[in-house]
């Protein structure tokens, strides 16, 4: 009797938590044994299957919460779950292991430290502290921190320890760049100046917890023991140093449950290794492959323009999602003929969906690069559309755009020191917080600007090689000013930027983020050219047009009801009603950084397939046929990608010039590049060897420019 009851007991907790899931899901909760691959598509509800799996263990199954451990990657992902397993099974998650890798890992070291020679208190450095480190090792290995790149050189150290790859290691190896050449000569000295402070760097704590379970037998056997349940979620963006943590704590007990998806690989350039999750049942052959396919997030339209896409990469686990929402609208391919109509495009069709009903806060616009939000938000600004940037700055807040901006305004406004402080040491010129001080105190003594000061450096107090670099700067200014009077405020701007050495802070730079600040320096010489062009202005105008562009009502933008704009990485986990994916062009989307090996054509594909499965109900995916984008204009084709859509879940729109305008010989049109001409014949020319044909037209122009001839969509109306 006594068993009945608790066989019945059993079942109802097991109906509970198994209640909602599909067969897929029901299967990926209740198979605990053993290795189990969750292959989960986009939408396919992966998040619901990790909770109630771990939720399944504890309270039906009653495996000790100790003996359980599941690894996120992101503190916010781990939040979640502990609170959905919670509601789930209540007080019985209290002591649940979850958290990030880095978080998992320092539990461990606390309570380990002394094994590897460190001290249970040891510190954790980041970002400032640890460059500064950088720097002092390099200066110790008696490199110039001004002919050597310590940001390339950290960055540098950091892939080698996600590879495992010790000081001893390194040195016996090839280089093949200079920064790792640098690199090399100044990594045991980094780690030695590490470990004498008794303090680590985010990756030695996965990197020394690997070595240490490797190391001590007898640590091991007690967290293999512990940790009998292992889950790791988002398995595709693991590296080798977190594929080696969870393979060795699995090594004994090998029940191990990774949940992932190939397709959504998209971090190949921070070390994730996409063989981690395809030779998963090479490293565990009596796994249980378990493929979510079912999709409650997006029409059907939607979820088949992605399988279209996605089928073209080679390295991927098939799989093919299947929408219970039904066929939905068509998604939109819309062609633009330049970045400013892509813009309004998207204000209009955002404007429209708004006037029906809809919500700003739907909409969601996804670019490749950051620089790319730069017209969309004056599209914005200039028609009251509220919008948030998610997961970065809007493009007059980012720092590299404001510290130029500083300079422009210390070069206009001599008195302005709050501008003149932001750039005073940077790049790093000597000038550190000690010496602005002394500097600021004699300029406010002696009634002078700071900008004067600089040239009083032995007055102030400075030593002697202070008080040179404040001069040196000084007369950087100086110089400066005198260029300033009727130089166009492009080719101004370039002059600062040589002449302060700006660009070399990021130049040198293998870090992702130092790519993309470079980026968005070019893309501020698109603004200062279209700037030039409109009104040959000077450069206090210029900055005074800036100022009213990025005075926007932050507290507004912050809001549900706004539209979010983002990079495709960021959109990640997310979804909103409406998307637009914009930029479909060769050379941005697949990235020219990308197109060198079908590796990085794969990763771009998988970013499209992200993009384009963030969208529930409408899809927009535009492309132009020209662009100015960091500061160059240039004629674009489209994406490889376009052309691998299904033509029967799109609608193809065109709003290119050649579609709008029915040119004739007589006509005055304008080009971007050789300026404005008239028509003298329109014909259709073969495309390559091919039997399709395109309209093209011969203008003449200017006597300097003469006769040229090019396809019509590049015309446009004087």
């Known amino acids: 009797m006594t068993h009945s009851s608790e066989s019945n007991d059993l079942s109802t907790l097991s109906r509970q938590l198994l209640k909602g899931l599909n067969p897929e899901q029901r299967m990926a909760v209740e198979t605990t044994g053993g290795p189990v691959l969750v292959v989960a598509g986009a939408g396919s ?146 780690q030695s100046r590490l470990f004498g402070a008794n303090a680590m760097d985010f990756d030695d704590l996965i990197g020394n917890t690997v070595a240490l379970l490797k190391k001590d037998g007898e640590v091991l056997e007690k967290y293999q023991e512990k940790f009998r349940y292992l889950h790791v979620d988002e398995y595709q963006d693991t590296n080798h140093a977190q594929y080696q943590l969870v393979r060795v704590l699995a090594e004994k007990h090998r029940n191990i449950c990774v949940v992932g998806d190939s397709d ?29 396919e079912r999709n409650y997030r ?3 339209n939607i979820l088949e323009t992605a ?113 003149l402080l932001r750039i005073i040491n940077t790049p790093k010129r000597g000038l550190g917080s000690q010496t602005v001080d002394k500097l600021l105190n004699y300029a406010h003594t002696e009634d002078m600007t700071l900008l004067e000061a600089l040239n009083s450096g032995r007055e102030a107090g400075l030593s002697e090689k202070a008080a040179e670099a404040a001069k040196q700067l000084h007369d ?88 979010r704009m983002m990079t495709l990485h960021s959109s990640k986990g997310l979804e909103f009603p409406v998307v637009f994916l914009i930029g479909l062009e060769e050379t941005l989307f697949p990235h020219s950084r990308s197109m060198d090996d079908e590796a990085g054509i794969e990763e771009e594909r998988n970013l ?37 859509l299904p033509e029967h879940t799109i609608q193809r729109v065109s709003l290119l010039n050649e579609d709008i305008y029915d040119w004739k010989p007589g006509d005055h049109v304008r080009h971007f590049q050789h300026g404005e001409g008239v028509v003298l014949e329109i014909r259709e020319k073969p495309i390559g060897q091919s039997e399709e044909t395109e309209t093209v037209m011969q203008v003449m122009f200017h006597p300097s420019v003469g006769l040229k001839e090019f396809p019509k969509r590049y015309a446009k109306p004087v």
């Open 264 to 292: 959504q690989a998209i971090y190949a350039w921070r070390g994730a290794d996409i063989s981690n999750i395809l030779n998963f049942e090479s490293d565990y052959p009596d796994a249980s492959v378990i493929v979510l």
């Open 608 to 644: 499209c397939y992200v993009g384009i499965t963030r969208a529930q109900n409408a899809l927009h995916l535009t492309y132009c046929s020209e662009r100015t984008l960091y500061g160059q204009s240039s004629f674009r084709q489209p994406s490889r990608f376009l052309a691998e």
């Open 298 to 300: 997006s029409t059907q």
């Open 45 to 190: 509800g992966k998040t619901s299957v990790l909770t109630r799996r771990i939720a399944y263990l504890i309270d039906v199954e009653n495996t000790p919460v100790h003996h359980i451990l599941a690894i996120t990657f992101t503190n916010k992902a781990a939040k979640e779950m502990q609170s959905r397993i919670r509601a789930l099974i209540g007080q019985r998650a209290e002591n649940l292991w979850m958290g990030t890798f880095h978080s998992i890992c320092v539990r461990i070291l606390r309570r380990e430290a002394e094994k590897l020679g460190y001290t249970p208190s040891f510190s954790i450095v980041s970002g400032d502290d640890q460059q500064a480190l950088v720097q002092q090792s390099m200066l110790d290995a008696n490199y110039d921190l001004k002919k050597f790149d310590s940001r390339a050189v950290q960055a540098q150290i950091s892939k080698w320890k996600n590879s495992l790859s010790s000081p001893k290691q390194v040195v016996r190896g090839k280089v093949s760049s200079q920064a790792e050449a640098v690199a090399r000569d100044v990594y045991d000295i980094y």
């Open 476 to 563: 950087i200014f100086q110089e400066l000013v005198m260029w300033m009077e009727g130089m166009p405020v492009s080719e101004y701007v370039a002059e600062v930027l040589h002449a302060t050495r700006y660009r070399g802070i990021y130049e040198n730079s293998n870090k992702e983020e130092d790519k993309q600040r470079l980026e968005n320096i070019e893309e501020l010489f698109t603004v200062t050219k279209r700037f030039d062009e409109r009104r040959q202005g000077t450069v206090m105008e210029f900055l005074a047009e800036v100022s009213l562009l990025s005075d926007v009502d932050k507290e507004k933008g912050q809001t549900d009801e706004s539209v």
């Open 307 to 419: 399988n279209h896409v996605i089928r073209n990469n080679r390295r991927r686990k098939d799989k093919r999602l299947q929408s219970t929402r039904g066929e939905g609208v068509p998604v939109r391919v819309c062609g633009l003929t330049e970045g400013e109509d892509e813009a309004k495009y998207v204000v209009d069709q955002i404007q429209a969906y708004v006037k029906d009903g809809g919500k700003y806060g739907d909409c969601a616009v996804l670019y490749r690069a950051n620089a790319q939000s730069r017209v969309l938000e004056e599209a914005f600004m200039g028609e009251a559309v509220p919008y948030t940037i998610v997961g970065g700055w809007t493009f007059y807040d980012r720092r590299e755009i404001k510290d130029i901006l500083a300079y422009l305004r210390v070069l206009t406004n001599p008195k302005d020191e709050i501008s």
